[in-house]
Nanobody, 123 residues
């Protein structure tokens, strides 16, 4: 499976942005997908995850209520809707996937990774 993350950009605090993670190479509908981010000088951290059916959702506390993860299995794509963006959300965002029918989260052993897309939030 190849993952392609896109949708990053430069926005102002309070703005919204939607990231996309498109999977190719095989049907990814049986895959759990996660979004991670890595701020400058920091480690990559888990942000949100979605199960293969789109019903098992996991968010870290810092994005709860502001970010929404969703998926369209007909398009092999997972989205991360980010609202009320803050300067501390500035990071390179990555998506990852694993063939797994359970709930995915920060401790999941991710198999596939996409390249990052940069999100910059100015104050």
């Amino acid at each position: 499976v190849q993952l392609q993350a896109s949708g990053g950009g430069l926005v102002q605090a309070g703005d919204s942005l939607t990231l996309s993670c498109a999977a190719s190479g095989r049907d990814a509908s049986n895959y759990g997908v996660g979004w991670f981010r890595q701020a400058p000088g920091e480690e990559r951290v888990f942000v949100a995850g979605i199960g293969w059916r789109g019903t098992s959702l996991y968010y870290v506390d810092s994005v709860k209520g502001r970010f929404t993860i969703s998926r369209d299995n007909t398009k092999n794509t997972v989205f991360l809707q980010m609202n009320s963006l803050k300067p501390e959300d500035t990071a390179v965002y990555y998506c990852a996937a694993v063939e797994y029918l359970g709930t995915v989260g920060p401790n999941t052993r991710w198999t596939y990774w996409g390249q990052g897309t940069l999100v910059t939030v100015s104050s």
